[in-house]
């Protein structure tokens, strides 16, 4: 069970936009920047966005995030086919003195 | 361009310790902007953050995993090694190195990861 909860999966037919949410608590989330990071089948993740809303260089405008209180969602418009991934949002947690993943979302691109 | 690379025995007997090193090119261990970690991946799992190491090579460590965990920094190899002790089925995982800058980009960079086995 993580301590950030995503949806195990999300869909979405090319050209569509989807959001994928992230819900933790005070403790990270709350109190703590969320970064998001990309797992293309079969290859190690890669840092996608950081300090809640920043693409890293080379990131194409297309995602954004976002975060309000307990809770930060990762944006995709323009879906496309190479955007089949997993995604994982991450945080720190002051009260488990950990660095958290949430679950991750298996994205398909119908 | 940055490269971690991650190496060590793939298989390891249960109760023994897992061994790995992540090998730094095109960057320094030394470098008190950035720090290095390891995060792994069990199969068909999610993420799991193991420790970071900074350059002074203070240490913070999963409390979950603290109690067999050790990292440390070679600064004359520009590398970083992990040991993990009493190893049993659950540690086996693809294992990350990764490198974060301070304050700023959590896990910025990744090595293609080194899959071990923990199995009798």
């Known amino acids: 069970q993580s301590v950030l909860t995503q949806p195990p999966s999300a869909s979405e037919t090319p050209g569509q936009r989807v959001t994928i949410s992230c819900s933790g608590a005070?403790?990270?989330?709350?109190?703590?920047?969320v970064n998001w990071y990309q797992q293309l089948p079969g290859t190690a993740p890669k840092l996608l966005i950081y300090?809640?809303?920043q693409r890293l260089s080379g990131v194409p405008d297309r995602f954004s995030g976002s975060k309000s209180g307990t809770s930060a969602s990762l944006a995709i418009t323009g879906l496309q086919s190479e955007d089949e991934a997993t995604y994982y949002c991450?945080?720190?947690?002051?009260?488990?003195?950990?660095?958290?993943f949430g679950g991750g979302t298996k994205l398909t691109v119908l | 361009q940055l490269q971690l690379r991650e190496s060590g025995p793939g298989l390891v007997k249960p109760s023994e310790t897992l061994s790995l090193i992540c090998s730094v090119s095109?960057?320094?261990?030394?470098?008190?902007?950035?720090?290095w970690g390891w995060i792994r991946q069990p199969p068909e799992k999610g993420l799991e953050w193991i420790g970071n190491?900074?350059?002074?090579?203070?240490?913070f460590y999963n409390p979950s995993l603290k109690s067999r965990l050790a990292m440390s920094i070679q600064k004359s190899k520009n590398e970083i090694s992990l040991t993990l002790s009493s190893g049993t089925v659950a540690d086996t995982a693809v294992y990350y190195c990764?490198?974060?800058?301070?304050?700023?980009?959590?896990?910025?960079?990744w090595g293609q990861g080194a899959r071990v086995t923990v199995s009798s």
């Open positions: 990764v490198r974060g800058l301070v304050g700023y980009r959590d896990f910025e960079s």
């Open positions: 095109g960057g320094s261990v030394n470098m008190s902007s950035h720090y």
């Open positions: 190491i900074y350059h002074s090579g203070s240490t």
């Open positions: 005070r403790s990270n989330i709350g109190s703590n920047i």
């Open positions: 300090s809640n809303n």
């Open positions: 991450a945080t720190r947690d002051d009260r488990l003195n950990a660095w958290v």
